[in-house]
T-cell receptor, first 115, second 111 residues
Framework: EAGVAQSPRYKIIEKRQSVAFWCNPI?????LYWYQQILGQGPKLLIQ????????DSQLPKDRFSAERLKGVDSTLKIQPAKLEDSAVYLC?????????????FGPGTRLTVT | RKEVEQDPGPFNVPEGATVAFNCTYSNSASQSFFWYRQDCRKEPKLLMSVYSSGNEDGRFTAQLNRASQYISLLIRDSKLSDSATYLCVVEGSGGYQKVTFGIGTKLQVIP
């Protein structure tokens, strides 16, 4: 079974530029999560989708971050404009509908460096 | 107080040693608890769930103390391959089960 796919794996941008990350969850997984993991910290949930609806985006900095999940499959996370403090690994995870939240399968992440 | 607190370590232990990590949580209504493992520069992976009655999987034992609001992970006979960061995860109550990750405890097993 294919895992969660993410691209790009690495991205370096200058502050105030824009960037977008892509995630393709495990086939059939209805729930998709985006996390931000800053070096030395645990993953912080940015947004959670169930199919193409948003379940929780309370920790998403909506002035600069946006995410969408069209057709309830793959998803994109965008940052515009980026700040130095956005340097982090952005992890996408998915889980099957009906599974407890903990059964999350993570992708390899996108490592973002903002200079 | 943070929702989930862990000692970031690092815990440096020799091979064969027994090591234990604790994790405290602030929300007494939390329903479910888990340990994830994260290798350096890799994604987190579920290690085990934590049940009220305790949970054992080979060399790993997880326990929950609701009265004191902490969970623990015990690793016996440590292997070099156990070197990783161990993330405590707490799931809240209510219709939407929010999951919160701790900062993680780094374990380094030394030959």
């Amino acid at each position: 079974e294919a895992g969660v796919a993410q691209s790009p794996r690495y991205k370096i941008i200058e502050k105030r530029q824009s960037v977008a990350f892509w995630c393709n969850p495990i086939s059939g997984h209805a729930t998709l999560y985006w996390y931000q993991q800053i070096l030395g910290q645990g993953p912080k949930l940015l947004i959670q989708f169930q199919n193409n609806g948003v379940v929780d985006d309370s920790q998403l900095p909506k002035d600069r971050f946006s995410a969408e999940r069209l057709k309830g499959v793959d998803s994109t996370l965008k940052i515009q404009p980026a700040k130095l403090e956005d340097s982090a690994v952005y992890l996408c995870a998915s889980s099957p509908l009906g599974a407890p939240s903990y059964e999350q399968y993570f992708g390899p992440g996108t490592r973002l460096t903002v200079t | 107080r943070k929702e989930v607190e862990q000692d970031p370590g690092p815990f440096n232990v020799p091979e064969g040693a027994t090591v234990a990590f604790n994790c405290t949580y602030s929300n007494s209504a939390s329903q479910s608890f888990f340990w994830y493992r994260q290798d350096c520069r890799k994604e987190p992976k579920l290690l085990m769930s934590v049940y009220s009655s305790g949970n054992e999987d080979g060399r790993f034992t997880a326990q929950l103390n609701r009265a004191s609001q902490y969970i623990s992970l015990l690793i016996r006979d440590s292997k070099l391959s156990d070197s990783a960061t161990y993330l405590c995860v707490v799931e809240g109550s209510g219709g939407y089960q929010k999951v919160t990750f701790g900062i993680g405890t780094k374990l380094q097993v030394i030959p």
